[in-house]
């Protein structure tokens, strides 16, 4: 039994079942599970000198920090995608002891469960669609009036937003092609340039729950790299379906 | 299919360990009197523009 005292809460990892042998080797030594064979928490033990309130705030914005805290997190749940269904927690969550995990169980049975059973043998990809920002291809003549200049704004304008309607349709066809081959997915909010550092602006940042081996995604990607030369596709995953944890809302 | 190596961005972790998964009921803090649930509000810490930006700040 992991201790639990004064000085550490027990961090949840993900909700998971059936519990195997399988995953109880995986676990090792650091993690452990709070529940049934059938439906479990896996949690570590984790010093509140790192999580209490009073510190935690300062902790979220000291980067490397977070970047070890978060990537031991997702590592761990991924250690898990291979040997059960797992319903990844989100990052953070304390408990005091063991009773208080299984109290939060017992409370949440039936939702787990169908969570779980909504989950089992499916795995979530990401797919991120680019755009390099738009070089003018011709120079443009210099405005010689007064009015000149006033017709080419509006001009520019008109096409911008021209553009910027083609570029949502193609988007929002995307989308739908990507649907069609997985069981469900959401469009999320591009990142902004500020943090992904990339001189392409992220135009769709959505996200797909597939059939754990299905390529019928990947497939796809690639016939829509074909048809659209000018976006960059990029995939991710399989990662634990972090974003189908909660009922699709279609 | 494994598309990526497992070498991932904060921004994709920040993406899916910080602001989805289950999130447990009520944000309940330690030192609260017969509260045994410890859940710090995250996503309200998250959700604004200043830790995001900060998030990207100079290291």
Known sequence: MIDSSADTALYGYAVVGPVSDELREE????????????????VGSVPLSDFGEDVLEKRLNDREWLAETATAHEAVVHRLLACTTVAPLRFGS??????SVESFLEAHDAEFRST?????????FGVKVWLEPRE?????????S??????QLRRDRDSAATAQEDLDERLTRIHETLLRAGVAGRVNRPQPRELTGATAEMVLNAVYL?????????SEVQRLKEQHPDLEFELTGPWAPYNFVEEPEQ | VTVTARDITLVELVDRVLNKGVVLN?????????V???YVGLRLLLASAGTLDRLDGPA
Do not use: C, K, M, Q
């Open chain 1, 27 to 42: 676990l090792g030594d650091g993690l452990e599970l709070i529940g049934t064979d059938e439906l479990a928490v896996v």
């Open chain 1, 94 to 99: 304390l408990h005091r002891n063991a009773a």
């Open chain 1, 116 to 124: 779980l059973e909504r989950l089992r043998g499916r795995v979530e």
């Open chain 1, 136 to 144: 003018r291809s011709e120079p443009r003549p210099a405005a010689t």
């Open chain 1, 146 to 151: 007064g009015r000149g200049y006033l017709e």
């Open chain 1, 210 to 218: 597939v059939p754990a081996g299905d390529d019928a995604l990947f």
């Open chain 2, 26 to 34: 009520g944000d309940l803090v330690l030192g609260v009197a017969d």
């Open chain 2, 36 to 38: 045994d649930l410890v």
